[in-house]
């Protein structure tokens, strides 16, 4: 369900070794399923369901039919990302839901690599590709050490506890983001199907405010009068409805009310 990545520029960082001790973490100290992917070679550790390495050597469909899988049967999922800059590993790098790239010093490289990320996320066809096809949260967490050492070199299990505890809290927020997004997802595909002349009593129908509901339906008249089509209207506006008391959403309206007037003058 939740994948997290560990990454760094630096051959021989520990990022392998980090990523593993927050795995074994995860298993014995929570009641999470968690599994491990590396992208290089582990010397060690054998593949089984739950430990996979060598993930470099799949072809790019072989990667989303295991990784889908995975996500389907595992908790969280710690993705070692090994130490290597090469095409592959950025091309995967968009899919984790939270990344930790390994090292202080690193800290301009981790702001530029955050920038090809969300590049890449937006404009690489193979990368929307992937992040369609796995419908993760795309939320991109650069961590940064505020010790006086580098992650990764003889880290300690203080270290371990702490990025653990980290991942555990995310996935807590995560798994409840899911399950509302999955609950608003239920309501709007209920709201597609009110007849247009009948949005406001079928959104009092289902629940919300009568005074919020009529609001929403003049909201929509209004954009519908400004040239944007109804179903658009419905999408971008949605998220408004939830979320924003009553307030928020007349204060909304009569700011794009004041400059519709003015647009007409």
Not at 140 to 159: A, D, M, P, W
Not at 173 to 198: A, S, W
Not at 244 to 261: A, G
Request: glycine share 4%.
């Amino acid at each position: 369900m939740y994948l997290v990545g560990f990454y760094s520029p630096k051959a021989k960082s520990g990022v392998t070794e980090l990523s593993l001790s927050v795995y074994q973490w995860l298993k014995t100290n929570t009641t999470l399923s968690a599994a491990f992917i590396s992208y290089g070679t582990l010397e060690k550790e054998e593949n089984s369901n739950e430990l996979i390495h060598e993930f470099s050597k799949l072809s790019l469909t072989e990667k989303k039919r295991k990784i889908k899988e995975m996500k389907k049967e595992f908790d969280i999922i710690i993705y070692d990302a090994s130490s290597q800059l090469s095409e592959g590993v950025l091309n995967l790098l968009p899919i984790v839901d939270r990344l930790f790239v390994v090292g202080e010093e690193h800290r301009d490289f981790a702001v530029k690599l955050q920038q090809i990320i969300e590049f890449d996320k937006i404009f690489d066809k193979r990368v929307k590709n992937f992040i369609t096809h796995l419908k993760g949260n795309k939320t991109y967490i650069i961590r940064e050490s505020k010790e006086n050492h580098v992650i990764g070199f003889n880290h300690s299990n203080k270290e371990t506890n702490d990025i653990g505890q980290m991942i555990y809290t995310d996935y807590v927020i995560y798994y409840l983001n899911k399950k509302l997004i999955e609950k608003n997802e239920k309501v709007y595909k209920k709201i597609k199907q009110i007849p247009k002349d009948e949005l406001s009593i079928g959104l009092y129908e289902l629940g919300i405010d009568f005074e919020k509901a009529l609001l929403f339906h003049n909201f929509i008249y209004l954009r519908e009068a400004l040239g944007q089509e109804y179903k658009e209207s419905l999408e971008t506006l949605f998220p408004q409805l939830i979320q924003s008391s009553f307030e928020e959403f007349l204060d909304k309206f009569r700011n794009e009310l004041l400059f519709f007037t003015q647009f007409k003058k």
